[in-house]
């Protein structure tokens, strides 16, 4: 009989997600080496969806892998790659950032000894290169007689208890510098900031195709048949509707030069582009049985991740939206732009989420955004080893 293998590794909740991070170090070299090990981590590919035998936990906000290394990039602490890990198919998607994810990078980082210079008590600075898409982090996360205070009082709809706030600077989200999902960095890959997708089924479209926090499409509501106040049990159990989604994002992919062809986008892209769909502001319940005010909020927010609703909002989904309403003449933008103090708010299917973004015009008379800002917590669930099967 031969033994299992045993890695070192820690569970940890993000946000509104949940992972399990590795160190580079732990992990073999070879990529193909390295997917297939945390594909059994996880416990996928599973034919009954479940992940019974791994970690994850069948959705797309708990299937999830992190992997952490000292910065070889100048002004940064920590490298970071994140993977999408599909349940039913083995497939780890490394095109995009998990931006609830990265709250607990900072925190992880600390903890693994990646950051010497934490102070004992207050507030420490860590930078964080997302290697994923190539943007930086800094995330600002609270220190209590040398560790990383994880209790408080800081309340993050779509998460059942308060803990400490963790505060992150997305830089750069949504600029023509670097490299951004892999199509040189556009902000709007094919120029335009609102233009017609030709969708089967649908036929023409209005959306904003646009590289922030992750690639993302906006769509608005009535363009799929939905209102925007839906939760996940009003679209998941809709096979045809999630068809119907995937459709349009796998077509978005296309066009906006991420894949080149839609059975492509489905097949190995499932994580990036983003499609999310948006509304004017209406009264609705959120997922705990609450009351959002349309008053309380400036648009309505929904979005797919991995060919499910998400049952809140994706971290990146936020940076999208608030580079969207930050810009003008997005689909976002006409209907919430920027507020006068910077933010944006709009209502998920688990509550509210309030998101800043700092724009500029450059010489040329372009839009950039060169910051998004936005409160997350994080803590550890696991320190350990998990066991993989030789």
Not at 62 to 83: E, H, M, N, Q
Request: aromatic share 6%.
């Amino acid at each position: 009989m031969t033994p299992s293998r045993r890695l070192p590794a820690v569970v940890m909740r993000g946000g509104t997600s949940k992972g399990v991070f590795f160190l580079a170090q732990d992990l073999p070299a070879d990529p193909a080496v390295r997917d297939a090990l945390l594909l059994r981590v996880i416990g996928s590919p599973d034919p009954y969806g479940q992940q019974i035998d791994g970690l994850g936990g069948a959705t797309s906000s708990t299937s999830k892998v992190v992997i952490l290394a000292p910065s070889t990039r100048p002004g940064c602490d920590v490298d970071y790659w994140f993977g999408a890990v599909a349940v039913g198919q083995p497939v780890i998607d490394w095109s995009g950032n998990c931006g609830n994810l990265s709250a607990a990078v900072g925190p992880m980082a600390i903890s693994a000894g990646l950051v010497p210079q934490a102070p004992a008590d207050g507030w420490a600075t860590v930078r964080i290169w997302q290697a994923n898409i190539q943007r930086q982090i800094v995330a600002h996360v609270p220190m209590r007689g040398g560790e990383v205070q994880e209790d408080g009082d800081f309340v993050l709809d779509g998460v059942a208890f308060p803990a400490a706030e963790i505060r992150l600077e997305f830089l750069d989200p949504a600029s023509d510098e670097g490299d951004a999902g892999g199509v040189g960095g556009a902000i709007f890959p094919t120029g335009q900031r609102v233009e017609w997708l030709s969708v089967p089924g649908l036929g023409r479209i209005e959306v904003t195709l646009m590289n922030a926090g992750n690639p993302t499409i906006f769509v608005h509501a009535q363009s799929l048949g939905l209102l925007g106040s839906e939760r996940q049990a009003d679209i998941n159990p809709r096979p045809e509707l999630l068809a119907l989604a995937e459709t349009v994002r796998a077509h978005g992919a296309v066009a906006m030069g991420l894949c080149t062809t839609p059975d492509e986008a489905t097949a190995s892209r499932p994580h990036t582009p983003k499609l999310a769909f948006i509304a004017a502001p209406a009264d609705y319940s959120a997922a705990d049985g609450r009351r959002v005010s349309a008053a309380q909020i400036d648009l309505l927010a929904r979005i797919f991740s991995m060919g499910k609703l998400h049952h809140a909002m994706t971290g990146t989904g936020a940076v999208a939206i608030a580079a969207a309403a930050a810009i003008p003449g997005t689909l976002v933008s006409r209907l919430a732009p920027i507020g006068a103090d910077g933010r944006v708010r709009f209502g998920h299917p688990s509550g509210v989420l309030s998101v800043g973004a700092e724009a500029r015009v450059d010489p040329n008379g372009q839009w950039a955004v060169t910051k998004v800002l936005m409160s997350r917590s994080a803590r550890r669930l696991m320190e350990g080893w998990v066991r993989v099967p030789s």
